[in-house]
C-alpha cells in the first residue's frame, strides 16, 4: 500500500509541474506493483474453481492500464491495497481481547524453595508446590490460598465481572486471574497444563479463521456478480462506443463490500462476546447464535445449583431445629455424602458451632451414625433409620411427598434413640436463571425446553419455575440426542442451541448446531467438546451470547446490502456515462470505508 500511495502521491506532483508522460509513468508503475501479485491470486483462486471478486479489481487495473487512464489505474490499485489493508486493520482490532486473553498467560512463576524463592517455567509446576503470587501478577496455576492473609482477586479476565473478589485462607483460585492487592502464597492443586486459564486459551486459540457459511455464501456469490458486472460494463461500451464507460462500471464494482463486511463484523462479535466471559470458537458460531430458534437447557449445575440446600427443618419430637442441624452436620464432618457435604455447609452458613464426632461408623448410600457431645447421633436415609428402630420416618417422608416435596431428599435425624428431625433438601433455579426464557423470547427464540435426567415431578417443578416450554424427563446421555436430532429436524425451530455443563451433556453439544457449556472450570469434557464455553458460573450469559449473535449477523447483512446497493447504484450511473472512472474510482473506496465502518459497530453494545 505504501509504494501504491508513494506513486500516487509522486505522479500527482509531477502531473501538476506539467510533466505528464513522466507522472503517466510513475502511475502506471504502482499500479503494476499491485497487479502482478494480484494476478497471481486470482490465477490460485480460480485454479480452485473459486472465483473471487478480486477478479473485477484485476479486470479494472487492467484495462485502465490498456486505455492509458493511468491514474484510474493506481487509485483502483490503492483501493484494493488500502481495503485489504483496513480489513486487515480491522480483524486485528476485532481480535484484539482474544488476542489479550493469550498473550496475558502467565509464563514465570515465583516458586517457594526452603528459604528461597525460586523463578521457574511455569510448566514445572506440580501440586503441592507454592508460589508467591505478587501484587498486580497473574496467578500461574489453579490452586487455594495458603494459610495466612486473605487474597483479594480480580476474575476479570475470565468471568467479565469487574469486582475483585476477596478469597479466604484455603478457597480455591482460578489461574488467569490476577492479584488485586498484596502478595499471598497460593499452594498450587493443578499442573499449568491443567488448569483453567490453560484450557481457556486453548478455545480462543482455535477462536481464529473459521470462516462462516455466510462469508462462504459471499464467494459463491462472487461466481454470480462477475459475469452481471461484464454483462453490464460490455453493454455500456456497445451502447456507447466508449470503452471508458466499461472502466467505469467496473471501477465502481470493484472490491465487492460483501468480502469485506461480512467477516469483520462476526469476527468482532468474537472480540465482543470474549469481554463478557463466553469464548466463542469461530465466526460460523457466532452466525449460527445470530440465527438459532431453539434452546435445550441441561437441569443440574445449568438451570439449577448442582448442589442440594437445606429447604427446610422439620422437628419431630420437640428438638429444637437448630440442635438436631447442629449434631447431625457435625457428625456429617467425617462423610463423603453429597448430602452430608451440604449439611455442613449450611450448619456453619448458620453459625452454628460444630463439634468433633467419636465411635464414627458409616453404611454407605444409606447413612451414619456416632456420637456427638455425649449424644448418640443418627443421620440418614428413613429406611435405614426404621432399621435401626426410629420409627415414623418412613411415614413422615410419605406426608412430606403428599405436600408436594417429591422428589426433595429427605434426611432423618436420630438422637439418644428417638427421632427427632426431617431435613429437607433441594437443588434449587439459580438466581440467575429466573426470567431467563422470557429474555431468550426477546432474542428471538421461538422454543425452550428442559432436557434432564432426573424423575418427571422433579423436572417439572424446575421447568415451571424457568417458564420453558417443554420438559423432557428421565433422559438418557442417548436420549439427549434423540432430543436435539428431532429438534433439528424441523426447519421452523433449528438451529438448535444446547446447553450443559457436565460430561453427559458432551454428545448432545457436540451434535447440536451450537452446543454452550458452562464451564467456569475450564477443563470438562463438556468444554471441549462445546463451541461456545461460558467462564462464567451464570447461565444468563447464554442470553448475552444469543444478542451478540443477533446484533453480529444483522450488522453483517446491514453492511452488505448497503455496500452492494450503493455499488449497484454507481454501475447504473456510470453505464450511463455520468461517472468518469477516475471519480468512480473515489466513489467506491468511500462505500468500502463505510460498509467496514459500519461492520465495526458489532464490536460494541
Known amino acids: 500500500m505504501l509504494v501504491v500511495l508513494v506513486g500516487l502521491v509522486t505522479g500527482s506532483a509531477l502531473h501538476i509541474l506539467g510533466a505528464d508522460t513522466p507522472a503517466d509513468f510513475v502511475w502506471a508503475g504502482a499500479a503494476v506493483v499491485v497487479l502482478g501479485p494480484l494476478v497471481w491470486s486470482v490465477a490460485r483462486s480460480l485454479a480452485r474453481r473459486d472465483v473471487g471478486v478480486d477478479a473485477i479489481a484485476l479486470l479494472a487495473i487492467a484495462v485502465a492500464l490498456v486505455l492509458g487512464e493511468y491514474l484510474t489505474a493506481v487509485i483502483v490499485s490503492l483501493m484494493l491495497a488500502g481495503g485489504n489493508a483496513l480489513e486487515a486493520s480491522a480483524n486485528l482490532r476485532a481480535r484484539r481481547e482474544l488476542r489479550l486473553l493469550v498473550e496475558r498467560a502467565p509464563r514465570i512463576?515465583?516458586?517457594?524453595?526452603?528459604?528461597?524463592?525460586?523463578?521457574?517455567?511455569?510448566?514445572?509446576?506440580?501440586?503441592?508446590?507454592?508460589?508467591?503470587?505478587?501484587?498486580?501478577?497473574?496467578?500461574?496455576?489453579?490452586?487455594?490460598?495458603?494459610?495466612?492473609?486473605?487474597?483479594?482477586?480480580?476474575?476479570?479476565?475470565?468471568?467479565?465481572?469487574?469486582?475483585?473478589?476477596?478469597?479466604?485462607?484455603?478457597?480455591?483460585?482460578?489461574?488467569?486471574?490476577?492479584?488485586?492487592?498484596?502478595?499471598?502464597?497460593?499452594?498450587?492443586?493443578?499442573?499449568?497444563?491443567?488448569?483453567?486459564?490453560?484450557?481457556?486459551?486453548?478455545l480462543v486459540e482455535r477462536a481464529t479463521d473459521?470462516?462462516?457459511?455466510?462469508?462462504?455464501?459471499?464467494?459463491?456469490?462472487?461466481?454470480?456478480?462477475?459475469?452481471?458486472?461484464?454483462?453490464?460494463?460490455?453493454?455500456?461500451?456497445?451502447?456507447?462506443?466508449?470503452?471508458?464507460?466499461?472502466?467505469?462500471?467496473?471501477?465502481?464494482?470493484?472490491?465487492?463490500?460483501?468480502?469485506?463486511?461480512?467477516?469483520?463484523?462476526?469476527?468482532?462479535?468474537?472480540?465482543?462476546?470474549?469481554?463478557?466471559?463466553?469464548?466463542?470458537?469461530?465466526?460460523?458460531?457466532?452466525?449460527?447464535?445470530?440465527?438459532?430458534?431453539?434452546?435445550?437447557?441441561?437441569?443440574?449445575?445449568?438451570?439449577?445449583?448442582?448442589?442440594?440446600?437445606?429447604?427446610?427443618?422439620?422437628?419431630?419430637?420437640?428438638?429444637?431445629?437448630?440442635?438436631?442441624?447442629?449434631?447431625?452436620?457435625s457428625l456429617d464432618q467425617l462423610s463423603a455424602h453429597v448430602l452430608a457435604e451440604a449439611l455442613v455447609h449450611d450448619a456453619e452458613r448458620r453459625g452454628l458451632r460444630l463439634t468433633s464426632p467419636t465411635d464414627v461408623r458409616e453404611q454407605p448410600g444409606s447413612g451414619i451414625a456416632g456420637t456427638v457431645d455425649r449424644r448418640a447421633v443418627?443421620?440418614?436415609?428413613?429406611?435405614?433409620?426404621?432399621?435401626?428402630?426410629?420409627?415414623?420416618?418412613?411415614?413422615?417422608?410419605?406426608?412430606?411427598?403428599?405436600?408436594?416435596?417429591?422428589?426433595?431428599?429427605?434426611?432423618?435425624?436420630?438422637?439418644?434413640?428417638?427421632?427427632?428431625?426431617?431435613?429437607?433438601?433441594?437443588?434449587?433455579?439459580?438466581?440467575?436463571?429466573?426470567?431467563?426464557?422470557?429474555?431468550?423470547?426477546?432474542?428471538?427464540?421461538?422454543?425452550?425446553?428442559?432436557?434432564?435426567?432426573?424423575?418427571?415431578?422433579?423436572?417439572?417443578?424446575?421447568?415451571?419455575?424457568?417458564?420453558?416450554?417443554?420438559?423432557?424427563?428421565?433422559?438418557?446421555?442417548?436420549?439427549k440426542l434423540e432430543v436435539v436430532k428431532a429438534l433439528r429436524a424441523r426447519a421452523e425451530l433449528r438451529p438448535v442451541v444446547m446447553v450443559g455443563d457436565g460430561i453427559n451433556d458432551a454428545p448432545a453439544l457436540a451434535l447440536a448446531d451450537v452446543g454452550i457449556a458452562l464451564g467456569a472450570q475450564g477443563a470438562t469434557v463438556s468444554s471441549e467438546t462445546a463451541d461456545v464455553v461460558i467462564t462464567v458460573d451464570r447461565v444468563d450469559r447464554v442470553v448475552h451470547a444469543l444478542r451478540i449473535g443477533r446484533r453480529s449477523l444483522n450488522i453483517a447483512r446491514e453492511s452488505v446490502l448497503v455496500g452492494m446497493g450503493l455499488s449497484l447504484a454507481a454501475m447504473a450511473v456510470a453505464a450511463a456515462g455520468y461517472l468518469p472512472p477516475v471519480y468512480g474510482a473515489l466513489l467506491q473506496e468511500g462505500i468500502d470505508v463505510i460498509v467496514i465502518v459500519n461492520a465495526l459497530r458489532a464490536l460494541k453494545g
Not at 110 to 138: C, N, Y
Not at 316 to 322: A, F
Open 210 to 329: 473459521q470462516r462462516a457459511p455466510f462469508v462462504r455464501l459471499a464467494d459463491r456469490y462472487a461466481a454470480f456478480f462477475l459475469p452481471v458486472t461484464i454483462l453490464v460494463a460490455g453493454g455500456a461500451w456497445v451502447a456507447s462506443g466508449d470503452p471508458t464507460r466499461m472502466l467505469a462500471v467496473l471501477v465502481v464494482a470493484t472490491p465487492c463490500p460483501l468480502i469485506l463486511a461480512a467477516p469483520i463484523a462476526l469476527v468482532s462479535g468474537l472480540s465482543r462476546a470474549a469481554r463478557v466471559g463466553v469464548i466463542v470458537k469461530g465466526a460460523g458460531v457466532i452466525e449460527q447464535l445470530g440465527r438459532a430458534r431453539t434452546v435445550l437447557f441441561d437441569k443440574t449445575g445449568t438451570l439449577t445449583l448442582g448442589s442440594p440446600e437445606v429447604e427446610r427443618i422439620v422437628s419431630l419430637n420437640g428438638v429444637e431445629p437448630t440442635e438436631a442441624l447442629r449434631l447431625a452436620a
Open 378 to 479: 443418627v443421620v440418614g436415609a428413613a429406611g435405614w433409620l426404621e432399621e435401626l428402630g426410629f420409627t415414623g420416618a418412613r411415614v413422615a417422608a410419605s406426608v412430606a411427598d403428599g405436600r408436594h416435596e417429591v422428589g426433595r431428599a429427605k434426611v432423618f435425624v436420630g438422637i439418644d434413640g428417638r427421632l427427632a428431625a426431617m431435613i429437607v433438601m433441594a437443588d434449587h433455579l439459580r438466581e440467575d436463571a429466573v426470567g431467563l426464557t422470557a429474555s431468550l423470547r426477546e432474542t428471538g427464540i421461538r422454543h425452550v425446553a428442559l432436557v434432564t435426567g432426573d424423575s418427571a415431578s422433579v423436572g417439572e417443578e424446575i421447568g415451571r419455575l424457568a417458564g420453558v416450554d417443554r420438559v423432557y424427563s428421565e433422559q438418557r446421555p442417548e436420549d
Open 109 to 202: 512463576a515465583h516458586r517457594r524453595s526452603g528459604a528461597l524463592v525460586e523463578e521457574v517455567a511455569v510448566e514445572e509446576l506440580l501440586p503441592g508446590d507454592v508460589v508467591i503470587v505478587r501484587a498486580g501478577e497473574v496467578v500461574p496455576s489453579d490452586g487455594r490460598v495458603s494459610n495466612g492473609a486473605e487474597a483479594v482477586i480480580d476474575t476479570s479476565a475470565l468471568t467479565g465481572e469487574p469486582l475483585p473478589v476477596t478469597v479466604r485462607p484455603g478457597g480455591e483460585i482460578l489461574s488467569g486471574t490476577a492479584n488485586a492487592a498484596d502478595a499471598f502464597d497460593l499452594v498450587v492443586t493443578r499442573p499449568s497444563a491443567e488448569s483453567a486459564y490453560a484450557a481457556i486459551v486453548r
